[in-house]
Nanobody, 122 residues
Framework: QVRLVESGGGLVQAGGSLRLSCVASGRTFSTYNTGWFRQAPGKEREFVAA????????YYTDSVKGRFTISRDNAKNTVYLQMNSLKPEDTAVYYC???????????????WGQGTQVTVSS
């Protein structure tokens, strides 16, 4: 069992930066692949970024490539999402997820956090 808690969201102006953190409880977290997803009002939850359990591979949706960076520190049971050059269209609730497979789809992840709100003003 893995419990995930996100933090770091907030209100920022366009062009600004935020760093999201996802702290996990559970001894086996370091063996799980981890992803970040987001959900804007009235829209489906969408993939943002993912990182393999050992940090060896990272994946991004096209709209955030070059602006967002996913990383993890297994010693701290924490995954990060550094978000730079934020745009109003990045506004959403951001969720951390963990699963046995690394994937870009919601159904492949077994554990989810409660989400953290990111709002980017123009």
């Amino acid at each position: 069992q893995v419990r995930l808690v996100e933090s770091g969201g907030g209100l920022v102006q366009a062009g600004g930066s935020l760093r999201l953190s996802c702290v996990a409880s559970g001894r086996t977290f370091s063996t799980y692949n981890t992803g970040w997803f987001r959900q804007a009002p009235g829209k489906e939850r969408e993939f943002v970024a993912a990182i393999r359990w050992n940090g060896g591979n990272t994946y991004y949706t096209d709209s955030v490539k070059g602006r967002f960076t996913i990383s993890r520190d297994n010693a701290k049971n924490t995954v990060y999402l550094q978000m730079n050059s934020l745009k109003p269209e990045d506004t959403a609730v951001y969720y951390c997820a963990a699963g046995a497979q690394i994937a870009t789809t919601v159904r492949h992840y077994d554990y989810w956090g409660q989400g953290t709100q990111v709002t980017v003003s123009s």
